[in-house]
């Protein structure tokens, strides 16, 4: 089973304040990322092995830019995003 049959995906952008670490201008940046929601029951061709992974899935966003460029006309050198998390599990509400 492929992942996509038991998420649906939308994209999501989030503002973010980093620091270039070449000229140390600090910014703040839009940074993408893909929001995985569960389906709400699994697909009809699942097995019973597909069934226990789908139950024990949730939701979480997956980050989509790595680089980033520095906002600073002088310097505008890329930068990869620092000590950030790539993938964020969301916490259902209650």
Not at 35 to 45: D, E, I, L, S
Request: hydrophobic share 30%; aromatic share 10%.
């Amino acid at each position: 089973m492929n992942e996509r049959d038991f998420f649906n995906e939308q994209p999501e952008t989030k503002r973010m304040t980093f620091a270039c670490p070449h000229c140390r201008e600090r910014g703040e940046y839009d940074v993408r990322w893909l929001r995985r929601t569960k389906k709400p029951q699994p697909p009809r061709h699942a097995n019973e092995q597909d069934r226990a992974r789908f139950a024990k899935s949730r939701d979480y966003m997956v980050r989509v830019d790595d680089m980033l460029a520095c906002r600073n006309i002088r310097c505008r050198k890329r930068f990869e995003i620092p000590n950030s998390q790539s993938v964020v599990f969301i916490v259902p509400a209650r």
